[in-house]
């Protein structure tokens, strides 16, 4: 799965931007995008960040609107060359996230857009185990990604997006049960909603 179309998209960030406008466009835009994640939490200036797989911060500059505290993990290093000449306020690491050089118990906030469907099934799980590791006792973790969709009329779309730039760990993805996943490494759930005809989740849980 996934075409040419995959491997230019992450080579020429002008297209990567360009395919994210067209795609926000299903929930009213990029910038009301940026904000499912975090509608209803409680952040302010000293909350401690973790923009968790941050590619080339996009979503890194939104959190700076909410907290100073920010740092952006991510394993590429074109990607993050990217995010710190776009948004160089923030603090940076380059790791997977299955492996996170970071401390327990530092971080208020995890967030996370529209990449653990790049995971495996064991990744997945990998990586919550360490998001729930790196967050403080009531830290939140947030993440925004696709869904199978709940309304037959979006199923053309997704897949056809999903045959043009996704690969098959897309496909796994939607057909987890991700807020179950997170419950089983202790996490409570917060929030759980559905957008574009329940092509998109979006899951907030707490430790």
């Known amino acids: 799965m996934a075409t040419i179309l995959r491997s230019w998209s992450y080579q020429y960030q002008w297209l990567y931007d360009a395919i994210s406008r067209i795609a926000a ?5 990029e910038g009301r995008f940026r904000q499912l994640a975090l509608q209803g939490l409680s952040i302010n200036s000293q909350s401690k960040i973790l923009d968790l797989c941050c590619g080339s911060g996009q ?5 700076l609107q909410y ?7 991510d394993a590429s290093p074109l990607s993050l060359q990217r995010a710190k000449n776009n948004v160089p306020e923030a603090d940076y690491v380059q790791a997977f996230a299955e492996d996170m050089p970071l401390a327990d118990n530092t971080f208020d906030l995890v ?9 495996k099934p064991e990744q997945l799980r990998l990586i919550f185990s360490q998001v729930y590791r790196v967050l403080k006792p009531g ?8 869904h199978a969709p709940t309304n037959p009329l979006f199923w053309p779309g997704i897949s056809v997006f999903m045959w043009l730039f996704e690969t098959e ?38 430790k």
């Open 169 to 206: 760990t897309a496909w796994q993805l939607i057909n987890t049960d991700l807020l179950g996943l997170l419950q089983e490494f202790g996490f409570q759930e917060l929030q759980h909603h559905l957008y574009a005809g329940g092509s998109l989740q979006v899951i907030q849980v707490r």
């Open 67 to 73: 907290s100073q505290n920010v740092t952006g993990l």
């Open 111 to 119: 967030h996370t857009s529209v990449a653990m469907h790049e995971m």
């Open 59 to 63: 979503a890194t500059q939104v959190l």
């Open 139 to 146: 830290g939140v973790f947030t993440l925004v990604d696709f």
């Open 25 to 29: 466009l299903s929930v009213g835009g």
